[in-house]
């Protein structure tokens, strides 16, 4: 079997698409304080939390414990004529890097200054610069004299990445720093009964980000092992050294995932984009002859997980009418009185708002139009989302 690196990428979607139910339904509904309080989705909040570490002064009690991991990993990928000094460091964030003569911004992450040392981090999920300057930051750091060491922060370092001056950088990882921080902790009994709520913080921090979920059960093992053979990615298994083996399946393959989402997200919009246009131009005149009456405007006005609808809007008392799909009709379905029992995500939905309110629907109908016609273009003779639209707009609540 060829390695993944060398497999067409059609064959990595493949890959992906199958250990997506096995991964998810392992992963779906554990407890983590971060998971409850969406944090950590962008790489500020976990900035925060670092530098919040980082300083001697911080309500973790822990003093200098945290700078003194960071600066000892550090060391350990300097030459010893280079070593830094272990603490001190005074930490600020969001810093300005650039120079004067800079036509660009350019903001590190975290900075820590000592007397004659500064370490400029960058803190992002890969092992990637993503557009800030390498040499910028290094230049920062040597600013009145003092050692300058840049430091790339983040959860997976994937070597290849590392490009324009970032394979010169300190590489730590989330496990690196965090692994380090958790054995200093189970070591200081008295810190932990002196500090509960601290010690309860760090716990769901490391169990978060760097042993991820519970072990997962018996059932959801056999589905993933089913799932890797099934896509003739079994002899992995037989791969030595193992640890070595499963993080670099992992770091492809979670690369391979995130420009599947990515794409995704890319089709979800251009679908929002075509099926607007054909309301607008089609639907709308369809619609005036039927018992669903004038649509008064069609817009797109909303965000986040109900993003993915276009909102047909009629005359008051009348409600309105929405077309949705995807990560709409999902959770629309799921707050539905009486929801559909096998939705097929691949269709546009229909739903009517809740007559009197301002939010909520009080019926949802699957439609035969799949999402793929719509991206193709639906022909000015396709009746099938204006018989839904006035299906829904007759219809009894569910």
């Known amino acids: 079997m060829g390695s993944l690196e060398n497999m067409p990428a059609h064959s990595l979607d493949d890959i992906v698409t199958a250990l997506v139910p096995s991964l998810a339904h392992s992963l779906a509904e554990r407890f983590s304080v971060f998971r409850v309080m969406h944090h950590g989705t962008h790489e500020k909040q976990l900035s925060n939390v670092f530098a ?3 300083r001697s002064e911080g309500t973790h009690e822990l003093g200098d414990t945290f700078q003194r991991l960071l600066v000892g990993k550090v060391n350990r990928q300097l030459p010893p004529a280079r070593n830094l000094p272990a603490s001190g460091y005074r930490v600020a964030q969001e810093v300005e890097t650039s120079s004067a003569e800079d036509v660009e911004r350019d903001i590190a992450d975290i900075v820590l200054t000592h007397e004659r040392a500064r370490i400029v981090v960058e803190n992002f999920e890969w092992s990637d ?12 750091g040597s600013r009145d004299g003092k050692q300058s060491v840049v430091v790339l922060l983040c959860v997976r370092h994937v070597s290849h990445l590392l490009r ?14 965090l692994t380090a921080l958790n054995e200093h902790v189970a070591g200081a009994a008295g810190w932990r009964r002196a500090h509960p709520r601290q010690h309860f913080f760090i716990n769901e921090l490391v169990q978060h980000y760097v042993e991820g979920p519970e072990v997962v059960s018996t059932e959801d093992q056999i589905r993933f092992l089913k799932a890797m053979c099934e896509t003739g990615e079994s002899a992995r298994y037989g791969h030595r050294p193992q640890e070595t083996a499963a993080q670099e399946f992992a770091d492809l393959l979670a690369l391979h995932a995130k420009r599947q989402f990515d794409e995704g997200r890319r089709t979800l919009a251009a ?12 639907l709308t005149d369809q619609l ?5 009456g ?21 005359a008051d008392p009348q409600p309105d009418i929405f077309l949705e799909f995807g990560p709409t009709a999902v959770a629309e379905n799921a707050s539905v009185h009486r929801p559909l029992d ?11 708002r809740r007559a009197g309110a301002t939010d909520g629907i009080d019926r949802i109908v699957q439609t035969g139009v799949a999402l ?23 219809g009894e609540p569910d």
Request: neutral net charge.
């Open 52 to 54: 919040w570490l980082l």
């Open 129 to 140: 610069g993503h557009g800030h300057s390498y040499e910028r930051y290094l230049a920062h």
């Open 164 to 177: 324009d001056g970032w394979e010169n950088a300190v590489v730590l990882t989330y496990t690196d720093l």
């Open 271 to 282: 679908v929002k984009r075509s099926l607007r246009h054909y309301a607008q131009s089609t």
């Open 288 to 292: 005036g002859a039927t018992a669903a």
């Open 294 to 314: 004038r649509i008064e405007a069609v817009r797109t006005p909303f965000v986040g997980q109900w993003e993915w609808c276009v909102e047909l809007r009629r």
């Open 342 to 352: 096998a939705p097929d995500y691949g269709k546009v939905f229909v739903t009517r």
């Open 372 to 394: 793929d016609e719509v991206l193709n273009g639906l022909s000015t003779d396709d009746v099938r989302l204006r018989d839904a639209v006035v299906a829904v707009t007759l």
